[in-house]
T-cell receptor, first 111, second 115 residues
């Protein structure tokens, strides 16, 4: 089992729709959860962080964390073509003392 | 401006040659990381360091070496033992892994090609 798993996609959504990206992790000791956006050929940029169960909203983005089920998700409302990118889930744990990334989900938003 | 600087942006290596990728940060971060990304793939951890003069192997450390003599610097050497080094290399840093708000921030990356 991979430590952090994401569906590779592509996930295709029409402009204006809600995009839902999911991530599961294996280490129950995980404490910190991040979503990064990576455009082709560029480095990842942080868009959301979440540490406690529940929802965290920032503009059009909402991160959701459920530690009991070991998953974290990212919702993008009113999706725009400029949101088309690969979204990387990253998980940190005191047990492993490092930040582990999933393989990313490619999102395509079409006009 | 605070940030992470990787150099060079593009690097070409001949067969059997060692090359060193530079990573410098002025964010006063304790932790630094090196990741490798292959086309269409996620990030794989090569080495990481939580404190000066200490570092640990990641998942794919074979063929790579690092040093952490200064808090600001974490250079990565790709040795001739790394048989397939062509990839996009990303350096990142964070405040400290044992504190909250430990988001990792990335440099712009170095694209290494074997010629």
């Amino acid at each position: 089992q991979k430590e952090v798993e994401q569906n590779s996609g592509p996930l295709s959504v029409p402009e204006g729709a809600i995009a839902s990206l999911n991530c599961t992790y294996s280490d129950r000791g995980s404490q910190s959860f991040f979503w990064y956006r990576q455009y082709s050929g560029k480095s990842p940029e942080l868009i959301m962080s979440i540490y406690s169960n529940g929802d965290k909203e920032d503009g059009r983005f909402t991160a959701q964390l459920n530690k009991a089920s070991q998953y974290v998700s990212l919702l993008i409302r009113d999706s725009q073509p400029s949101d088309s990118a690969t979204y990387l889930c990253a998980v940190g744990s005191y047990n492993t003392d490092k930040l582990i990334f999933g393989t990313g989900t490619r999102l395509q938003v079409f006009p | 401006d605070g940030g992470i600087t990787q150099s060079p942006k593009y690097l070409f290596r001949k067969e059997g040659q060692n090359v060193t990728l530079s990573c410098e940060q002025n964010l006063n971060h304790d932790a630094m990381y090196w990741y490798r990304q292959d086309p269409g793939q996620g990030l794989r951890l090569i080495y990481y360091s939580q404190i000066v003069n200490d570092f640990q192997k990641g998942d794919i450390a074979e063929g790579y070496s690092v040093s952490r003599e200064k808090k600001e610097s974490f250079p990565l050497t790709v040795t001739s033992a790394q048989k397939n080094p062509t990839a996009f290399y990303l350096c990142a840093s964070s405040i400290s892994w044992r504190q909250r708000n430990t988001e990792a921030f990335f440099g712009q990356g170095t694209r290494l090609t074997v010629v």
